[in-house]
């Protein structure tokens, strides 16, 4: 498994950006799919987005699509989420998570290392 770190969410208004990062310890971060889940006050755990090993492959939740941006950076161990013309319902706790893959695809389910979380609020 990978250990995970989150940076890079606040508070922010609609319309803005805003940028997570992800972080990864370990040798392996390059035979992981990664992803973003988020968690709003009341509701259930919700996938947003994933990335392929390689970061060939994406696939996006369609309430983010064409607004949010997922990368990695496999020289850094590092995934990100750029977020860009935030509403207010995107306000919601945001995770990453690595899933060990044997090809480069990008999965939905099946996460099994997941980060602490950070907070994201985005004001009307």
């Known amino acids: 498994q990978v250990q995970l770190v989150e940076s890079g969410g606040g508070l922010v208004q609609a319309g803005g950006s805003l940028r997570l990062s992800c972080a990864a310890s370990?040798?392996?971060?390059?035979?992981?799919?990664m992803a973003w889940f988020r968690q709003a006050p009341g509701k259930e755990r919700e996938f947003v987005t994933a990335i392929s090993r390689s970061g060939k492959s994406t696939v996006y939740d369609d309430s983010v699509k064409g607004r949010f941006t997922i990368s990695r950076d496999n020289a850094y161990n590092t995934v990100y989420l750029q977020m860009n013309s935030l509403k207010p319902e995107d306000t919601a706790v945001y995770y990453c998570a690595a899933r060990l893959t044997y090809g480069d695809y990008a999965p939905k389910t099946g996460f099994t290392s997941w980060g602490q979380g950070t907070q994201v609020t985005v004001s009307s």
């Open positions: 370990g040798r392996t971060f390059s035979s992981h799919a």
